[in-house]
């Protein structure tokens, strides 16, 4: 008797479930990371609502979770998403597996043209095999790894008149990984303002990409490599030559001498809060975030300031930014491409810019007076000159979790020398290429 | 199935029939018929629900199936996914940290648990409030309770420090970011939660056992200490394992709450067992691998747990 | 009472008095955590990450608002010419300068922890209720064996469990659905549901029933008219602990659902604010999870002991 109740149960439930799914029609689901810039773009939608009818549903996750959710749901084959703002790593997974639909025939049909996005960004979010024609996503958010700083703390005479004095040059933002090291290290342990403060927060997130996406900056900057650019996936010697050992060091330093007490698994919102708080002169994090610093009550408006990744031998900064696409195992499909080609359109570019989104389109990005429209929009520009991306291929994740290990271990643990985490890197990699089939055994 | 239709009129239909019915357990249904009607679906359910993907994983941990590329060709790798395994020296590293992780939040929670119950087997005034009051951390959702106390242990905005400062320890402490102290932190933690619950339990063991061997003891004019060692201790014994048994299963598998303190760091000196199953299965996509793993797991708790209920078994016979 | 003489079974009032100071003292300094996390739910975010942390602080609903909520930041001249607020809490959100922007999903997500916790606890009681009361009265072949198996069905860390689930999910389509995680849930927490109800039952003499199908009943009859109801305190008891498990799971949760089955724990931790993590609205969403279980703890406090351990111990 029980046991017919609950199949009963069990049947009502498959009913109701199937009879909601019916029940959807002008509606479209983005799914994308929770964060200010997804706010900005459901703001900016209500347009794509007003002109076309179809209501938008979001999907919004948190960095930290982003990722394994999403990844998770296209394996699953899911229907959550019909638009999917990817990271621009899992390019090269979703293309492979057929999670994206390819989208060249439909940017032909449409007059959308690769050509009117800034070159970066069409390479990074949207092709695969990377630098080919094909593509998968339309760049939607461009963004990388800067830096934010405390405008009023640097302005104070008596710290400039000290730093002037220690380093006889003035206190303002550092153009090279030398001259970072120097202020943050003015800053560690000072009082300010009656409270002690420190010189950075940088990126130790040990869990989902957080570390990696931190230390690309000073692996790049003084020679790190992902391979030989003439041959693919020979990684020995580039990924651990002297230049990359001595980048991992001076993030390693700068981690040891000038970061906040217990800023050992700080990520994004970490960075923030640590910056917010008062606690540091410098915020290491994505440009993303810049609008809302801005506007913070605490620290934005004139207290705070902006540059771009500094320079060591070389100057690179981590890309970040996603493309947007449409899912394959979508029923919508129709519908998602009219997003795309709505978003596609310049004015509505210009919206997502004025709105806190960071448009990858030419045709605003070269108007004049851009550079000057927000107080970041210099370093925005200035960024995306110098991106380099972490690897796109379809087994990013393994290589991605590898790199956070090894790293995370020797910077934040403090295990062993950086040559022999590097070359630990390189033994990894080679160990996932092969299992792939990228490498002969 | 069971549907025996409980309709009233039957019991008027024959009243002879039924005492005999009655004995053979009711209309048709002999008691046997209607015992494994009830088990069934349970059983059925276990079968599907634990059996089957049970014999899943073992399959799989022979393979090199990857569930993010279900299209690939599954290749079969005998016992060669165990091997490396074993023969993982990060491996080990995650099992040493399990292994800390567990001998300490045990003992201790089985020290101050302990000593809870014995306090509060003195009765005192208002102890019940207080008794039900103790037990709030463990109904705390442990993921929940892993966030938070990662916000209580930031050293400039968290009041741990604070608190450690105000009985005069050093207000400096980094539980989180440093590689010594952080193993420490998630064990604080898990006691936190959890001594209430080996409290309540070895609260039950002194309160069954019987006062006249107290009686006898005081007659033959017993000290405090051989009453405790030679009466209390042996009685409370049995449930002493118990608690042992119950608090290894749990910590063994124990992900919630680690996987939000600490994500394994700094490093991976606090990444658990469970915490790089899900790491291999979940984020890297080794599904053969993690299965070997998972596997190895299993037998691991299957063993210890087996070898406690022997132990609690020869104890409860003394 | 023997008078002056101390007896063993009654401490002395000084005993008592240190015992209490004990425990007392005890559980003030644990529950100093829980107290805090409630203040926090009445702080702003602000508040919540001052530096160093203040004791006292404005009380402010911002949190709670903010959990319910999503809102969008705006310019000050966007703000001035907005109409005044229509509601207490656009007010709230106002203050912040932002908008109302919409509800959050934690209510979505309170609906979800409460359907699947109380459809799976259903089901497992139900079952569970069948399965004990056959292991208690009747004679199945290799019963402790199957007690034993039931139980270790436990063992396996949900991790583990979660892979071949996956899969199993995958095939099926119960991916990120109510029905899949509520099977599962039922099936983890049949184990716990067959041992305290076979306890149970095992303390209901056999006599009534007996004599009840001496009177012409059938053992089903038997069953629902006279065991049930006695057996009544025992399977709310045991409900209410299969409730706890699905209420606070978390791994489950994390690894099988996504947007439209996900229930709270997996989704607490990750109540973002604006770029950071809310704190206050973090704190507010763990005290509206935890009242639902304070209030069961409170009501069932003579039947924990039981619970947490399969049924192992009585008091």
């Known amino acids: 008797m029980s046991f017919r109740i609950s199949k009963l149960a069990i049947a009502a439930f498959a009913a109701i479930t199937a009879v909601g799914a019916q029940a959807q029609t002008k509606q479209l689901t983005l799914c994308w990371a929770a964060w200010d810039p997804a706010n900005a773009l459901v703001e900016l939608s209500k347009d794509f609502t007003a002109k076309t009818g179809i209501q938008m549903k979001y999907e919004f996750v948190p960095w930290p979770n982003f990722a394994q959710r999403m990844l998770n749901e296209l394996n699953s084959r899911g229907k959550l998403c019909d638009l999917l703002i990817g990271d621009s790593q899992w390019i090269g997974s979703a293309a492979t597996e057929g999670h994206y639909v390819k989208l060249n025939e439909f940017f032909d049909k449409n007059g959308i043209k690769m050509a009117d996005f800034m070159p970066a960004t069409v390479e990074g979010y949207s092709t695969w095999p990377k630098g080919s024609p094909n593509y998968w996503a339309l760049p939607a958010m461009g963004d990388a790894v800067a830096f934010t700083y405390r405008k009023d703390w640097f302005a104070k005479p008596e710290l400039q008149a000290e730093f002037k004095a220690k380093h006889s040059r003035d206190l303002a933002p550092p153009k090279t990984w030398d001259e970072f090291k120097q202020v943050a290290q003015f800053f560690q342990n000072r009082t300010v303002d009656g409270k002690k403060v420190y010189g950075a927060a940088l990126y130790t997130e040990r869990g989902s990409e957080g570390i990696t996406m931190g230390v690309a900056n000073t692996l790049y900057a003084y020679g790190f490599e992902y391979a030989n650019p003439k041959k693919a996936y020979d990684m020995q010697g580039y990924v651990n030559s002297p230049g990359a050992v001595k980048g991992l060091q001076v993030y390693k330093d700068l981690y040891d001498c000038c970061t906040p007490p217990g800023h050992s698994n700080a990520y994004m919102t970490e960075d923030l809060d640590a910056y917010k708080s008062g606690q540091v002169a410098m915020q290491m994090n994505f440009i993303a975030f810049f609008p809302g610093i801005s506007k913070d009550p605490q620290v934005g408006g004139e207290k705070t300031g902006f540059f771009a990744i500094p320079k060591g031998d070389k100057q690179y900064a981590q890309l970040g930014g996603q493309g947007i696409s449409v899912v394959k195992y979508s029923d919508k499909k129709d519908m998602a491409l009219e997003y795309l080609k709505w978003f596609a359109q310049p004015t509505v570019q210009k919206k997502w810019w004025d709105g806190g989104g960071f448009t990858c389109h030419t045709a605003i990005l070269n108007a004049p007076g851009f550079d000057q429209s927000t107080p970041y929009a210099q370093v925005f520009l200035d960024s995306m000159k110098i991106v380099k991306d972490f690897w796109a291929e379809p087994s990013y994740a393994q290589l991605l979790l590898a790199m956070q290990k090894r790293v995370h271990d020797y910077v934040v643990a403090g295990k062993g020398e950086p040559k022999a985490a590097l070359d630990g890197l390189v033994k990894d990699w080679t160990e996932v290429f092969t299992e792939d089939g990228k490498l002969g055994k | 199935m069971a549907a025996v239709p409980v309709v009233p009129g039957v019991r008027e239909a024959g009243g002879a029939i039924l005492s005999r019915a009655a004995r053979s357990g009711g209309q048709g249904l002999s008691d046997r018929a209607l015992a494994w009607c009830f088990v069934g679906p349970t059983l059925v359910l276990l079968l599907a629900f634990n059996i089957f993907p049970l014999l899943w994983t073992v399959f799989l941990s022979f393979t090199n199936y990857r569930a993010n590329r279900p299209n690939a060709e599954l290749a079969w790798l005998g016992i060669s996914n165990y091997r490396r395994v074993l023969g993982d020296e990060a491996m080990w590293e995650h099992m040493r940290a399990t292994a800390h992780f567990l001998c300490w939040s045990i003992a201790l929670q089985l020290l101050l648990g302990f000593a809870l119950a014995l306090m509060l087997n003195r009765r005192f005034r208002t102890h019940s409030f207080w008794s039900t009051a103790i037990l709030l951390p463990m109904m705390l959702a442990p993921a929940v309770v892993g966030t938070f106390w990662k916000y209580f242990f930031e050293p400039q905005y968290g009041i741990f420090n604070r608190f450690v400062e105000l009985f005069g320890g050093p207000g400096n402490l980094t539980m989180l970011g440093d590689t010594t102290l952080s193993p420490w932190a998630i064990v604080l933690v898990d006691t936190w939660m959890w001594t209430p619950y080996v409290m309540l339990l070895l609260l039950a063991g002194l309160r069954s056992i019987p006062a006249y061997l107290y009686e006898a003891a005081e007659i033959d004019r017993a000290s405090e200490w051989t009453k405790f060692w030679r009466i209390t201790l042996p009685m409370v014994m049995p449930f002493i394992i118990l608690a042992l048994l119950f608090r290894t299963i749990e910590n063994f598998k124990m992900f919630d709450l680690v996987d939000q303190l600490t994500n394994g760091g700094p490093g991976s000196v606090t990444e658990l067992a469970s915490i790089a199953l899900k790491r291999e299965a979940f984020e890297k996509w080794r599904t053969g691998y993690a299965s070997a793993f998972a596997i190895i797991l299993f037998v691991a708790i299957y063993g210890l747990s087996l070898i406690t209920v022997r132990f609690l078994d020869r104890v409860k016979q003394r | ?315």
């Open chain 3, 1 to 315: 009472m023997r008078a002056a003489v101390h007896s063993p079974l009654e401490p002395t009032a000084r005993a008592k008095w240190f015992a209490g100071v004990v425990v007392i003292g005890y559980a003030l300094i644990t529950l100093i955590p829980l107290v805090w996390i409630f203040m926090t739910g009445f702080r702003t975010p602000s508040d919540a990450i001052a530096y160093p942390p203040k004791l006292i602080a404005q009380p402010s609903l911002v949190g709670y608002v903010n959990l319910f909520t999503t809102r969008s930041r705006v310019g000050a001249e966007e703000l001035a010419a907005l109409p005044p607020p229509a509601t207490w809490y656009e007010g709230v959100v106002r203050e912040q300068q932002m908008i109302l922007a919409g509800p959050s999903r934690f209510a979505d997500r309170y609906a979800n922890s409460l359907a699947i916790g109380f459809g799976s606890t259903l089901l497992s009681v139900v079952l569970g209720t069948l399965a004990a009361y056959a292991f208690s009265r009747f004679r199945v072949p290799g019963k402790d064996d199957l007690l034993f198996f039931i139980l270790s069905t436990r063992m396996m860390p949900p991790v583990a469990v979660a892979i071949p689930i996956y899969l199993m999910y995958r095939h099926l389509g119960l991916n990120d659905t109510h029905l899949g995680l509520i099977l599962l849930y039922t099936v983890v927490n049949l184990s716990l549901a067959v041992w305290l109800l076979k306890g149970f039952m095992d303390e209901i003499p056999r006599e009534y029933e007996e004599a009840a199908m001496v009177d012409g009943y059938t053992r089903w009859q038997a069953f629902v008219k006279v065991v049930l109801p006695q057996a009544s305190t025992g399977i709310a008891t045991t409900a209410i602990f299969c409730l706890i498990f699905a209420w606070n799971e978390y791994a489950f949760a994390l690894l099988l659902t996504s947007g439209t089955a996900q229930t709270s724990p997996p989704f607490i931790p990750t109540i973002i604010g604006e770029g950071g993590l809310d704190w206050p609205a973090m704190a507010a969403g763990t005290t509206l999870f935890l009242l639902p279980v304070l209030f069961f703890t409170v009501l069932l406090r003579k039947h924990l002991l039981r619970g947490i351990t399969f049924g192992a111990i009585r008091k």
